[in-house]
């Protein structure tokens, strides 16, 4: 486990395509209609784009529409591993479902979100941007009745641009750094990097969350990275001009979140450490886990007086 993964080409990370991009649809059209109890999200406690996807099921209220499967934090060269068997899908594996989606899949991994449909017996879709925004706009009608809507019509192509800018610079962007095999990729994704906090720090300086007063996707984008970043990404990934916590606003921002259970309960340090440091032997041959770092990710935040709750 010691080699470099396939999607390293010329010392640059390339994330691989998602392989299932289908979609659950509110109205019915199509092979998968919204239905409650119909789909089961799969995902790990470690990764951050399947974050994401808890988070938005959680703020949503839809934890008992779409049922949930967690794979254990560790993987090894079969890839994510249920605990037990799954009860609902029987996997052991999280690649047997890809397998019995698509026989021939020839991605090189078996990715963490996706959904899975109980009446046709596929993956509807890996596509984590897509998983998140289906569930605020394609489940609408199972939503609890106070959830928050995290993506206004309105603001919709304010939110796209900056997630775009995020996701190059920022959720991708430590993985870009983390996996170079070569100094100049290395270095110029780290540039990218801190271009972007630098620039999110500011935002925040009088902004409660990302758009304003409301919480939305782009908040639950952001959130994962900013979690992982002074435990992992930091060390891990050599993203080290700054660590979160150098970082005023952004720092409270994030400790704002985390103070909410969706954000708070669904971020597990000791997973998201042992599967970074343990699986990725490349990086790290020993498998050595730090013990640091030593921060009080409950201490006050003071965001409140930004604006609304
Ligand atoms: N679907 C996206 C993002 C999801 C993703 O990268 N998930 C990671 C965990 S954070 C995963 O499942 N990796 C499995 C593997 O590398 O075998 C992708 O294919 O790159």
């Not at 789909?39 to 974050?51: D, E, G, H, K």
């Not at 109980?118 to 890996?126: A, D, E, G, Y």
């Not at 984008?221 to 080290?240: E, W």
Request: with cysteine; proline share 7%.
């Amino acid at each position: 486990m010691t080699d470099v993964p396939k999607e390293v080409k010329a010392g640059r990370f390339v994330r691989q395509p998602n392989r299932f991009t289908d979609r659950i649809t509110g109205d019915g059209s199509g092979p998968y209609p919204a239905e409650a109890g119909r789909y089961r999200l799969m995902v790990s406690y470690a990764c951050p784009w399947a974050q994401r996807s808890m988070i938005v099921r959680r703020l949503l209220g839809l934890e008992d529409v779409v049922t949930l499967g967690v794979v254990d934090p560790i993987r090894d060269e079969r890839g994510w591993r249920f605990p037990e068997p799954d009860p609902v899908t029987g996997a052991t594996f999280l690649s047997e479902l890809y397998l019995a989606t698509d026989p021939g899949y020839t991605g090189s991994r078996y990715t963490v979100p996706c959904v899975w449909d109980t009446t046709s017996k596929r993956l509807v879709t890996n596509d984590f941007p897509n998983i998140t925004t289906m569930f605020e706009t394609e489940f609408t009608a199972f939503h609890k009745p106070d959830a928050p809507d995290l993506y206004p019509e309105e603001l919709r192509p304010e939110i796209d641009e900056l997630n775009d800018l995020v996701y190059a610079t920022v959720n991708n962007g430590v993985y870009k750094a983390g996996m170079a095999t070569g100094q100049d990729v290395y270095e110029e994704a780290v540039d990218a990097l801190f271009g972007t906090l630098d620039l999110l720090e500011e935002r925040l300086a009088d902004r409660r969350y990302l758009l304003g007063d409301r919480l939305t996707e782009a908040d639950v984008r952001l959130y994962p990275t900013l979690a992982r970043f002074d435990a992992v990404y930091h060390g891990h990934f050599k993203c080290n001009l700054r660590r979160l916590v150098d970082y005023p606003n952004l720092w409270g921002y994030a400790r704002d979140l985390y103070s909410r259970p969706e954000f708070g309960e669904t971020t597990d340090f000791d997973q998201i450490k042992r599967h970074y440091y343990v699986t990725h032997k490349f990086i790290n041959p020993s498998g050595i886990v730090p013990k640091g770092p030593d921060v009080d990710w409950t201490t006050p935040h003071d965001r409140a007086r930004l604006g609304a709750a």
